[in-house]
């Protein structure tokens, strides 16, 4: 069983940064993929960024290319979401979520994510 805890949302202005990070709990979580998800208000739950188990694969969208950067150290049992030029739109609940990956180079986005933690509020004001 693995446990993911989220912190280091809050409120921040346009063109801030903020750093999230998703602790996990568990064994083996070199093992595991991890994604940082976002939802907003009204909107469906997307993935915004992804990276593999051992940190050298990673995945960003398109809206977050250039300003967000995910990496891990599995050291630490850690996953961050670097989080630069922060805009209005990124404002929404972000979660992380793991999912045990065999292969290295299995899809990062399509994938069932099993393991999900409790969300933090990243509110950007303009």
């Known amino acids: 069983q693995l446990q993911l805890v989220e912190s280091g949302g809050g409120l921040v202005q346009a063109g801030g940064s903020l750093r999230l990070s998703c602790a996990a709990s568990g064994r083996a979580f070199s093992s595991y993929a991890v994604g940082w998800f976002r939802q907003a208000p009204g909107k469906e739950r997307e993935l915004v960024a992804a990276?593999?188990?051992?940190?050298?694969?990673?995945f960003h969208e398109d809206s977050v290319k250039g300003r967000f950067t995910i990496f891990r150290d599995n050291a630490k049992n850690t996953v961050s979401l670097q989080m630069n030029s922060l805009k209005p739109e990124d404002t929404a609940v972000y979660y992380c979520?793991?999912?045990?990956?065999?292969?290295?180079?299995?899809?990062?986005?399509?994938?069932?994510?099993?393991?999900w933690g409790q969300g933090t509020q990243v509110t950007v004001s303009s």
């Open positions: 990276v593999s188990r051992s940190g050298g694969i990673t």
């Open positions: 979520a793991a999912d045990p990956q065999f292969n290295e180079g299995s899809s990062l986005r399509n994938r069932n994510y099993d393991y």
